[in-house]
């Protein structure tokens, strides 16, 4: 893992827009930038994200972290739900989208 160094400031900035939009900063700096890569690295990193939750989520599975393990195997799903529709050129804009219309 890489990390980046910036001001207290902007993460704190960072940190309060992420939870308002119900996401942690990683999802939101990566929903920041997505939208400027081209299809094809767009459906890589959405397949490389679903990975990296899916390992997450057995591991703490395997812990009895249900909760926790939950949350990621939902993230999983959504990067997999994000890779399809992609691929199918469906409009998404956030996970919530992934629940159905009421």
Not at 73 to 88: D, F, G, H, P, T
């Amino acid at each position: 893992m890489i990390t980046i160094e910036i001001p207290e400031r902007v993460y704190e900035i960072l940190k309060t827009i992420a939870k308002r939009r119900g996401k942690n900063i990683n999802e939101l700096v990566l929903e920041s930038i997505i939208k400027e890569l081209d299809f094809k690295t767009r459906i890589e990193i959405y397949l490389e994200l679903h990975n990296k939750y899916l390992k997450e989520a057995e591991k703490l599975y395997g812990k009895d972290e249900i909760v926790q393990s939950s949350e990621k195997y939902w993230s999983a799903v959504v990067s997999l739900l994000s890779a399809i529709a992609e691929m199918k050129g469906l409009p998404y804009y956030s996970h919530r989208d992934f629940l159905g219309s009421n």
